[in-house]
Structures are given as C-alpha cells and as structure tokens.
C-alpha cells in the first residue's frame, strides 16, 4: 500500500468553470499547503491522466485508467459508483472513496417533498393551474400510511426517522438485514415483493450493481397497489423505465417522483415527461449549499489516511460495486 505525503489534487466533473471553481473552493480552503487542480472538460483528465496522484471525480469516463500510472485515490463526488465501475483497467493499487453519508440531510428532505406532493396530488394542482381550471379533486392521507425503503443505507435510515414522526409505519430491504430505528420490519433483498406489496409509498435507494439493475420491472411493478406511488432517488437503470410508464398509464400505479433516470439529462421525446401525477426533477435531490463542505470533510480525511496508509472512510469494495 503506497504511502507518503501527496502534493496535489485534481477535480474533474465534467460541467461549467464556475461549478469547477465551487467544487474547488472549499478544498484549497481545506488543504492551503497543497495544489488543487481543477478539470472542467474530458480532454484534460485524458491528457493529464498520468500526473494524478488523487481524483475527486463526479462522472469519470470509461477505459482511461491503464495510463494512471501515479494514480493513488479516486473519491467519489456522489454515493454511487456505477459511472466507475467495474473498471477492468484500474490498478488494483487504487483505492476508491465514496461520499456515502453526505446525501442524508438533504434527500430525506427531498423524499418526503416528493411523498407528500404525490399524495396531495400536487402534479394535478399545478395542471389545473395552468388550464385556468377550478376542479376540487380527493387526496391521501400521510399518517397511518406504509412507507417502503428499498435499501435501507443511511439516506433511507434519515428518511426513516422523519417519516415515523409524521405517523406513517415504515418498512424496507437491506443487504444484511439488522434493526433500523424506526423501521418496523427490515428483510433482506428476498422481501421486496413482500416491501412492494405492503407499501403505499415506495422509495428506491438502491446501489446500482449488475444485480440491481432493471430490477424494479413490470413484474414488481405489479405487485404495488394500484393506489401506491413509487419514488426513486437511486440510479435511473433501477427502474424499468418503460414498464413504469405502462404503469402509470394503465392506472396501475398511481403517480411516481423520478429524481434519476437512465439517460441524464432526460430526452425530449421521453414519454416520462408527459405521465399523470408523474414529478421529474433534474438528478438534484442529493445537492444542497453544503453539499461541497461535508463532501471536502471526507475527502481531506481520506487523503490523510492514503498518506498514512490507513483504511478509508466510505471505501469502496470494488467486488460488490458500493
């Protein structure tokens, strides 16, 4: 395991300057004796691939990693590792980071926005608003209703307790299955038709591995109430995109909050854009104004414990894909 004092940090995203100059701020601010450096374009990481000692990366591309030769840490801007992995060309040297935790405060919040918005049946509000059309319409309840958590990690554990306070009684899966506060009833991944079933609100916080994806298809669709709703706030390729829009047609299902979807941004000719009771959001439930600062905290951390050769905080088990 390589050790010794690193020198310089470089950040690639993918995105505008000015977000570049955001995501670096906090670092330099962080680690004043160092060099943070800031790739706003593919081209650059490509060409400069060789000099990187340790990577904050959001989106890294694929097939670049035979020539990191220097290359020490990855951390991961976001949770989910699926844009990295599997990565047959990394060196298994590398170690790999994720910002697991970060997330909690704000996509609790977001989840219960989008339960909430579904269940008062806000899309239709916001419809008849636009018609100019005064139409009283029926809604649900919050409290007394089943909220189930498809992977109960740390976002679902947050969402957990707030939903509890508000009365609902809250179920979910986990890889390894142990009490959860608030949590009445927690299964492994062989309880999701039981979850699905149960559940009045389902909300998807999956890792997307070669496991998971697509598993949320037509078929467990189905098994969903027909007055339930499904919230994902995991990975797009969870969801079957397709079955969920004959879904919510059919009247199967009866709305859904998509914050993530298999193609970002969302196509223009997507029939997602146009569904009943349906809310899409531009893959922005995780960020927040101190989204950077908490995602630094571990960052800086984890470039001291490279340089001492010490475990990871949120590192990354390559074989599993989280």
């Given at each position: 395991?390589?050790?010794?004092?690193?020198e310089?940090?470089?950040?690639?995203?993918?995105?505008?300057?000015?977000?570049?100059?955001?995501?670096?701020?906090?670092?330099?601010?962080?680690?004043?004796?160092?060099?943070v450096?800031?790739?706003?374009?593919?081209?650059?990481?490509?060409?400069?691939?060789?000099?990187?000692?340790?990577?904050?990366?959001?989106?890294?591309?694929?097939?670049i990693?035979?020539?990191?030769?220097?290359?020490?840490?990855?951390?991961?801007?976001?949770?989910?590792v699926?844009?990295?992995?599997?990565?047959?060309?990394?060196?298994?040297?590398?170690?790999?980071?994720?910002a697991?935790?970060?997330?909690?405060?704000?996509?609790?919040?977001?989840?219960?926005?989008?339960?909430?918005?579904?269940?008062?049946?806000?899309?239709?509000?916001?419809?008849?608003?636009?018609?100019?059309?005064?139409?009283?319409y029926?809604?649900?309840?919050?409290?007394?209703?089943?909220?189930?958590?498809?992977?109960?990690g740390?976002?679902?554990?947050?969402?957990?307790?707030?939903?509890?306070?508000?009365?609902?009684?809250?179920?979910?899966?986990?890889?390894?299955?142990?009490?959860?506060?608030?949590?009445?009833?927690?299964?492994?991944?062989?309880?999701?038709?039981?979850?699905?079933?149960?559940?009045?609100?389902?909300?998807?916080?999956?890792?997307?591995?070669?496991?998971?994806?697509?598993?949320?298809?037509?078929r467990?669709?189905?098994?969903?109430?027909?007055?339930?709703?499904?919230?994902?706030?995991?990975?797009?390729g969870?969801?079957?995109?397709?079955?969920?829009?004959?879904?919510?047609?059919?009247?199967?299902?009866?709305?859904?909050?998509?914050?993530?979807?298999?193609?970002?941004?969302?196509?223009?000719?997507?029939?997602?854009?146009?569904?009943?009771?349906?809310?899409?959001?531009?893959?922005?439930?995780?960020?927040?104004?101190?989204?950077?600062?908490?995602?630094?905290?571990?960052?800086v951390?984890?470039?001291?414990?490279?340089?001492?050769?010490?475990?990871?905080?949120?590192?990354?088990?390559?074989?599993?894909?989280?």
């Amino acid at each position: 395991m390589s050790t010794g004092r690193i020198e310089k940090l470089h950040v690639f995203h993918g995105f505008s300057s000015e977000l570049g100059d955001a995501l670096a701020r906090p670092l330099r601010a962080a680690l004043p004796d160092r060099e943070v450096v800031v790739w706003n374009r593919e081209e650059e990481l490509r060409a400069g691939i060789g000099a990187i000692e340790v990577l904050l990366a959001f989106r890294p591309p694929r097939g670049i990693w035979a020539g990191a030769t220097r290359l020490r840490l990855i951390q991961m801007m976001g949770a989910g590792v699926d844009s990295l992995l599997p990565a047959p060309d990394l060196p298994a040297r590398v170690r790999i980071a994720n910002a697991r935790g970060v997330h909690g405060p704000h996509m609790s919040e977001w989840a219960l926005a989008m339960i909430f918005a579904l269940a008062k049946r806000i899309p239709r509000a916001l419809e008849q608003k636009q018609a100019h059309l005064w139409k009283p319409y029926g809604f649900d309840p919050i409290a007394g209703r089943t909220l189930g958590i498809l992977g109960l990690g740390a976002i679902g554990e947050a969402i957990a307790v707030k939903a509890a306070l508000l009365g609902m009684r809250v179920i979910g899966t986990q890889r390894a299955p142990k009490s959860v506060p608030h949590v009445e009833l927690v299964l492994g991944s062989e309880g999701t038709e039981r979850v699905l079933r149960e559940s009045d609100v389902a909300v998807v916080l999956l890792p997307l591995t070669p496991e998971t994806r697509g598993s949320i298809g037509a078929r467990e669709l189905a098994f969903m109430k027909p007055s339930a709703t499904l919230v994902n706030l995991a990975r797009g390729g969870i969801v079957d995109e397709a079955a969920l829009a004959d879904a919510l047609r059919a009247g199967r299902l009866a709305g859904a909050a998509l914050d993530v979807f298999e193609r970002e941004p969302l196509p223009a000719d997507s029939p997602l854009w146009d569904l009943p009771n349906t809310i899409l959001t531009p893959h922005i439930a995780g960020l927040g104004p101190a989204y950077m600062e908490r995602l630094t905290e571990i960052a800086v951390e984890n470039v001291a414990r490279v340089e001492g050769g010490l475990p990871l905080r949120n590192e990354v088990d390559r074989a599993r894909g989280y």
